[in-house]
């Protein structure tokens, strides 16, 4: 009987030393389990973070396409207009030319009327003083 008792004991202290391992097992299992669960969570709102950040990115993209774009039509735009200017600027000079020569060309025909209309007055004065 002291056999069982001793033998009843040892297998008290081990279901107890079993019990304890176990229930070290199951507070370390939920730990694990928390630990994973965290782990879980963070990697789904880095997911999102960065499904966020991709979608941002194909905006700031298609902003970039569009003003490469528009940088490129302003481009030739601009180059137009150069052109234009260079070509008026050409044309202002002919013109500015053409109005100088006019200019002189007036000149010297009212610079001949009025010499003209002189010697009429001093023909036309000779006449009446000769008459």
């Given at each position: 009987m002291v056999l069982l008792r001793e033998e009843a004991a040892f297998l008290r202290d081990q279901s107890s030393g079993l019990a304890?391992?176990?229930?070290?097992?199951?507070?370390?299992?939920?730990r694990v389990v928390k630990t994973a669960r965290e782990a879980h969570h963070r990697l789904m709102e880095a997911e999102a973070a960065r499904e966020t950040a991709v979608a941002q990115l194909e905006v700031a993209n298609t902003g970039r396409t569009d003003a490469e774009?528009?940088?490129?039509?302003?481009?030739?735009?601009?180059?137009?207009?150069?052109?234009?200017?260079?070509?008026?600027?050409e044309e202002n000079r002919t013109l500015l030319l053409q109005i100088q020569t006019l200019?002189?060309?007036?000149?010297?025909l009212l610079t001949c009327t009025l010499e003209n209309r002189q010697n009429h007055q001093l023909e036309e004065a000779a006449l009446r003083f000769v008459y």
């Open positions: 304890l391992a176990r229930d070290r097992a199951h507070l370390e299992t939920e774009a528009r940088l490129t039509r302003a481009t030739a735009h601009l180059e137009l207009l150069t052109q234009m200017a260079s070509k008026l600027e200019l002189s060309q007036n000149h010297e």
